[in-house]
């Protein structure tokens, strides 16, 4: 049922809604459709249509449900942020008057220890949004000591990625790495003079969760098509979670010049990070398109280079 209680709580959303007015015959993207909460609060605000897109293949049966609701308002295809021109030709669309993007992991993923996202819950060491490609235990059961470390920095911001990459690799030496209890164990014991609150284990979770899924490459190729998908007036609406992915958006709307209108981010209320801790760090970020002069932002220009 559409109208059950949601698992995921959509954050910012009533500041999304107001950025972007729903109206009637518009066309919304939701790059991120995850439980359908943005695409829900679209749909019932005005008579228009939510193109939906997910990589991961378990929303299937919630986008259904909608599909079954909203008949021809609404489609979803399973698919990934590069691909968006891809599904725009699939389904014969040219412009798109706006798109969103709440980056991240779910609730419904973060809460399934078998799917390896947490360092909380023993699971897998999966960590896969669209169940294809390496996992996690793969990469780390094989990887090159010094390209571990590389990653842990440049994706976790990770200032002992050396440190805990030696302990990694010395760990797996003896023993192959199974579990996400067993991965948090062998960081946490390596960082025992680790006073902050936040669990040891958290940095090195984020960048390999996001170099298993290629998460900034996929943000920076979605961005991209996105500006040219998009119709004059229209705008690009991102939620991010973390720092390397709001200096992305930052940098590619800085890179953009005066072909668009930046607005200023928009922070959740105290009330919403009271009600909903998992938006305490969230940032949105509007990128409205007021010419028509289509460039393309290297990655380099948006602040990332591995
Ligand atoms: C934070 S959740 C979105 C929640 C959604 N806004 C809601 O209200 O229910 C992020 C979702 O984006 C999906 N996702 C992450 N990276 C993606 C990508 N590159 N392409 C398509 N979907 C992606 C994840 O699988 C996840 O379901």
Same mark, same amino acid.
């Given at each position: 049922m559409i109208d059950d209680e949601f698992k995921h709580k959509p954050v910012l959303i009533n500041e999304v809604i107001e950025s972007i007015e729903p109206a009637d015959d518009k066309i919304y993207f939701d790059a991120t459709f995850g439980n359908g909460g943005y695409s829900k609060k679209i749909l019932s605000s005005s008579n228009c249509k939510v193109i939906a897109i997910d990589r991961d293949p378990s929303v299937s049966s919630k986008a259904? /449900?909608? /599909?079954?609701k909203y008949k021809d308002r609404f489609k979803f295809i399973e698919s990934r942020?590069?691909?968006? @021109?891809k599904v725009m030709?699939?389904?014969e669309r040219e412009k798109v008057n706006c798109f969103l993007f709440d980056i991240g992991v779910s609730s419904m993923q973060l809460d399934n220890a078998n799917r390896g996202f947490s360092f909380m819950k023993d699971g897998p060491l999966d960590m896969r949004m669209s169940n294809t490609g390496k996992t996690a +235990?793969?990469?780390?059961?094989?990887?090159?000591?010094?390209?571990?470390?590389?990653?842990?920095?440049? %994706?976790g911001d990770e200032r002992n990625s050396r440190r805990i990459a030696r302990s990694i690799i010395n760990y797996r030496n003896k023993k192959e790495i199974k579990s996400t209890l067993e991965l948090a164990?062998?960081? @946490? @014991?390596?960082?025992?003079? &680790?006073?902050?609150? $936040?669990? #040891?284990?958290?940095?090195?979770f984020q960048a390999?969760?996001?170099f298993i899924n290629n998460e900034l490459e996929e943000l920076h190729s979605g961005l991209n098509q996105a500006l040219?998908?998009?119709?004059?007036? +229209?705008?690009?609406?991102?939620?991010? &979670?973390?720092s390397l992915e709001d200096r992305m958006v930052k940098n590619f709307s800085k890179a953009l010049g005066s072909s668009v209108k930046v607005e200023k981010v928009i922070k959740p209320s105290d009330d919403e990070v009271r009600l909903n801790p998992r938006s305490r760090s969230a940032k949105l970020r509007l990128i409205q398109k007021i010419s028509n002069q289509n @460039? %393309?932002? #290297? $990655? /380099?220009?948006? +602040? &990332?280079?591995?």
């Amino acid at each position: 049922m559409i109208d059950d209680e949601f698992k995921h709580k959509p954050v910012l959303i009533n500041e999304v809604i107001e950025s972007i007015e729903p109206a009637d015959d518009k066309i919304y993207f939701d790059a991120t459709f995850g439980n359908g909460g943005y695409s829900k609060k679209i749909l019932s605000s005005s008579n228009c249509k939510v193109i939906a897109i997910d990589r991961d293949p378990s929303v299937s049966s919630k986008a259904k /449900e909608f /599909e079954e609701k909203y008949k021809d308002r609404f489609k979803f295809i399973e698919s990934r942020f590069s691909q968006i @021109k891809k599904v725009m030709e699939e389904l014969e669309r040219e412009k798109v008057n706006c798109f969103l993007f709440d980056i991240g992991v779910s609730s419904m993923q973060l809460d399934n220890a078998n799917r390896g996202f947490s360092f909380m819950k023993d699971g897998p060491l999966d960590m896969r949004m669209s169940n294809t490609g390496k996992t996690a +235990g793969e990469l780390i059961n094989t990887i090159d000591q010094n390209e571990l470390a590389d990653i842990l920095f440049h %994706y976790g911001d990770e200032r002992n990625s050396r440190r805990i990459a030696r302990s990694i690799i010395n760990y797996r030496n003896k023993k192959e790495i199974k579990s996400t209890l067993e991965l948090a164990d062998i960081i @946490k @014991k390596n960082n025992k003079n &680790f006073k902050s609150k $936040i669990n #040891p284990a958290t940095k090195t979770f984020q960048a390999l969760r996001m170099f298993i899924n290629n998460e900034l490459e996929e943000l920076h190729s979605g961005l991209n098509q996105a500006l040219n998908l998009l119709s004059i007036a +229209g705008k690009i609406c991102v939620v991010t &979670f973390h720092s390397l992915e709001d200096r992305m958006v930052k940098n590619f709307s800085k890179a953009l010049g005066s072909s668009v209108k930046v607005e200023k981010v928009i922070k959740p209320s105290d009330d919403e990070v009271r009600l909903n801790p998992r938006s305490r760090s969230a940032k949105l970020r509007l990128i409205q398109k007021i010419s028509n002069q289509n @460039k %393309y932002i #290297p $990655i /380099e220009e948006c +602040g &990332f280079s591995l």
